[in-house]
């Protein structure tokens, strides 16, 4: 049980919502600890996906008959809900997209056309590759230049050095809300208020903040705003990208096909309106009613039992590993969520993970996508456990015992 304190917070009935968490792995309890990586989907997302293909599934925005009528309806009510949840005020403004990573794409291809040599492009030195890669893409292309946000031992962002980098040349800001390897929960109202009036774009990578906090973006006043289903205990091969109506207007579509167009001819072709003008192809029906499931489930727990059931999590998973000789948490900003990367003496964090997957245990090993990061430390990779709400204190226990148990039989 969590120790958390709340009438609403029934532990076991969450767990049991989730059907995999019950399984056993190497003959022991599964105990999942990468829900940074992907987290898991209760029965309401794997119901809503198998009734949609059993009872209504066909192409969307066709017309013509019942079934296609029923798609649309269920796919359209998707994007409202992914909207009330964003808190947008316009369905316009909600793409569908694969995920994060093609939201970013997405926006950084749309924004090429507003850069030109010596413009800067400003990230943070704890991006994901996701939210620096399509930058250098777009500043090899424009000659814009990718400048980087520095951040403290602690990794924080360092906001002093930002207001430093900070300038007219800034057209973009894009910055993570949550990091993936460090938890670090960023002050991006304070980042967004600044570059806005410094006349930059900003884009927000809300990856790894969905899963444990409603992002408002109006309250935020970002001008992009992307997630994938995956971490927030929806479906594979969805996300989406917020954006602004009047910018998304402006913008250029970013990929050419069915669905985005109102007129093709050989001579011209004409854009479809929004949101479907950065929608080619048949989208990822099944998933974003999927994501609608996932979204209507948060909703029916209590958002705020929900955070503190996370800060008990990760209080005592801090407690536990902090008291384990050798170990070095790579992560310990004032305002994070309950992820911790950690290193032990002696131990490649690969066979950290090799050792803790004999115990049933789940984490990640590695560089997370976020190299940078890792060169800005000065190590190769970490050992990463990222929490989930579902998890509970025994489990963090049963994770900090066979830490124990790794580390005075293995490190040297
Ligand atoms: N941004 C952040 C902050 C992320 O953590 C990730 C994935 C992405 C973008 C990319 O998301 P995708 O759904 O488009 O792939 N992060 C991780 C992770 O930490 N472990 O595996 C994937």
């Keep these: 049980m969590n120790d958390a304190v709340n009438t609403t917070w029934d532990i076991e009935r969450i767990r049991g919502d989730f059907p995999l968490l019950s399984q056993r792995v190497n003959d022991k309890p599964l105990v999942y600890l990468d829900n940074g990586a992907s987290s ?6 794997l119901q809503a996906m198998d009734r ?46 694969r995920g994060t990573t093609e939201a970013i794409n997405l926006v950084a291809n749309g924004l090429a056309a507003e850069l030109t040599a010596g413009d800067e492009i400003l990230v943070s030195q704890m991006e994901h590759h996701a939210n620096i890669v399509p930058w250098q893409m777009i500043a090899e292309r424009t000659g814009a230049r990718v400048k980087v946000i520095a951040i403290s031992e602690r990794g924080e962002l360092d906001l002093e050095h930002f207001r430093q980098q900070l300038s007219e040349r800034t057209k973009v800001l894009a910055v993570t809300h949550v990091s993936n390897v460090l938890g670090t929960i960023n002050p991006i109202e304070t980042l967004i208020a600044e570059a806005k009036a410094s006349g930059a ?11 444990h906090f409603q992002p408002d973006v109006k309250a935020l006043d970002c001008d992009f705003y992307a997630f994938s289903a995956h971490k927030m205990f929806g479906p594979t091969g969805i996300g989406a990208l917020y ?31 929004l949101p479907y003008k950065f929608e080619a192809g048949t989208p990822a029906i099944a998933e974003a009613v999927g994501l609608a499931a996932a979204i209507d489930y948060l909703n029916s727990l209590d958002r705020d039992a929900i955070e503190q059931a996370e800060s008990v999590l990760l209080a005592r998973a801090t407690e536990r590993l902090s008291a384990i000789s050798g170990i070095q948490l790579i992560g310990t900003a004032d305002h994070k969520v309950p ?60 994770f900090g015992d066979a830490l124990e148990k790794i580390q005075r039989l293995f490190a040297a």
């Design 40 to 45: 898991q989907r209760p029965e309401a997302v």
């Design 201 to 211: 774009y900003t884009v927000i990578d809300g990856a790894q903040a969905v899963p």
């Design 339 to 398: 992820v911790l990367s950690f290193l032990i003496d002696g131990l490649h964090p690969s066979d950290i993970g090799t050792l803790l997957d004999q115990q049933g245990i789940a984490i990640r090993t590695g560089h997370h996508c976020a190299m940078p990061l890792m060169d800005h430390f000065g190590i190769p990779g970490t050992a990463r456990a990222s929490l989930a709400f579902y998890n509970t204190t025994a489990e963090i226990d049963q």
């Design 52 to 97: 949609y293909y059993r009872e209504c599934h066909s192409n969307v925005h066709r017309g013509a008959h019942t079934l296609g009528d029923k798609a649309t309806t269920a796919f359209e009510g998707a994007r409202a809900t992914v909207r009330d949840f964003l808190n947008a005020s316009d369905s316009r403004e909600i793409i569908w997209t």
């Design 243 to 273: 954006g602004r109506a009047d910018l998304l207007q402006a913008m250029p579509p970013y990929q050419g096909g069915g669905e985005m167009i109102e007129r093709v001819s050989f001579e011209k072709t004409t854009w479809n309106q």
